[in-house]
């Protein structure tokens, strides 16, 4: 089955930064990669997806890069804001099944 | 977007009860869910596929006599947690993907909190 990897674990980054968050796969077959914000005791909420034809996709402040060959794929956040700070979880999705697999998730921290 | 919806988002139950929560697409008919468990500061790990009109399917170590699952409608999947133990005490979080949304994208609820004295 698909093993979805995520590093870092907890990230830092002072106010107006960027941060950036890794993950990788195992399964050639998944094809669909979507981002999960997460806040206290609620559920994830998407923020961006990309699907295993694209290179790259950009919503305002967020991308996520795909490198289908390496099988792997990031977050990039510019200008981050307070508001960024909570955890981020990146998923892997195989279209044979449907399944959602989550990596660990990643607790980002804003600095003021 | 479309929307999950969860209920109820928080329950105490005492230990040897069970617990029923319930997961709604409300703006959309969703053929299959998916529940999910979250334990504090941990990922968000899969316990069974929802499947409408038919039996659920279980991940490997999740127990399908605990955690009863029913989906009876098209926006009503259920889960039922039998003889609750504190350590099923968890985040529990349902989703779907609406088919005639964006193709593979999935919604979340907000989740349950259960805790089991």
């Known amino acids: 089955g698909e093993n979805v990897e995520q590093h870092p674990s907890t990230l830092s980054v002072q106010e107006g930064d960027s941060a950036v968050i890794k993950c990788t796969y195992s399964d050639s077959a998944s094809n669909y990669f979507p981002w999960y914000k997460q806040e206290l005791g609620k559920g994830p909420q998407l923020i961006i997806d990309i699907r295993s034809n694209v290179g790259e996709k950009k919503d305002q402040r967020i991308a996520v890069t795909l490198n289908k060959t390496a099988k792997h794929f990031s977050l990039h956040i510019t200008e981050t804001q307070p508001e960024d700070s909570a955890v981020y979880f990146c998923?892997?999705?195989?279209?044979?099944?449907?399944?959602?697999?989550f990596g660990k998730g990643t607790r980002l921290h804003i600095l003021p | 977007g479309a929307v999950v919806s969860q209920h109820p988002s928080w329950v105490i139950c005492k230990s040897g009860t069970s617990v029923k929560i319930e997961c709604r697409s409300l703006d959309f008919q969703a053929t299959t869910m998916f529940w999910y468990r979250q334990f504090p500061k941990q990922s968000l790990m899969l316990m069974a596929t929802s499947n409408e009109g038919s039996k659920a399917t279980y991940e490997q170590g999740v127990e399908k006599d605990k955690f009863l699952i029913n989906h009876a409608s098209l926006t009503l999947s259920t889960l039922t947690v039998t003889s609750a133990h504190p350590e099923d005490s968890s985040f529990y979080i349902c989703s779907a993907r609406d088919p005639m949304g964006p193709p593979l994208s999935a919604f979340f609820g907000q989740g349950t909190r259960l805790t089991v004295v």
């Open positions: 998923a892997a999705r195989m279209n044979r099944d449907d399944k959602i697999i």
